[in-house]
Nanobody
């Protein structure tokens, strides 16, 4: 069974840094686009950043210059380096991946979320 296993969430002070990880576990043909999304209490799930299999990235305007998304295709693992964290970054961060079980057939997968809290 394919699963996205997240880690790295923590309580940090404003200005601090975290690195989130998301590992694809299970039998897959390939991992296509991956991304990070956040969901604050009472809010919808919003895009943070995405990265294609070829390494092209896209960021929400609010995190440009502070967050960096990356991936290690050999390990089927994605990362989000979060710097200069602000209280408004506080949310549950979810890993997303478009995964192909075989060529021409893709599935959307979500991790269970990891809590990031930025507070003094």
């Amino acid at each position: 069974q394919v699963q996205l296993v997240e880690s790295g969430g923590d309580l940090v002070q404003p200005g601090g840094s975290l690195r989130l990880s998301c590992a694809v576990s299970g039998r897959v043909f390939g991992v296509n686009t991956m991304g990070w999304y956040l969901q604050a209490p009472g809010q919808e799930r919003d895009l943070v950043a995405t990265i294609t299999g070829g390494g092209s990235t896209n960021y929400a305007e609010s995190v440009k210059g502070r967050f960096t998304i990356s991936r290690d295709n050999a390990k089927n693992t994605m990362y989000l380096q979060m710097n200069s964290l602000k209280p408004e970054d506080t949310a549950v961060y979810y890993c997303y991946a478009e995964i192909s079980a075989w060529p021409g057939r893709t599935f959307d997968y979500w991790g269970q979320g990891t809590q990031v809290t930025v507070s003094s």
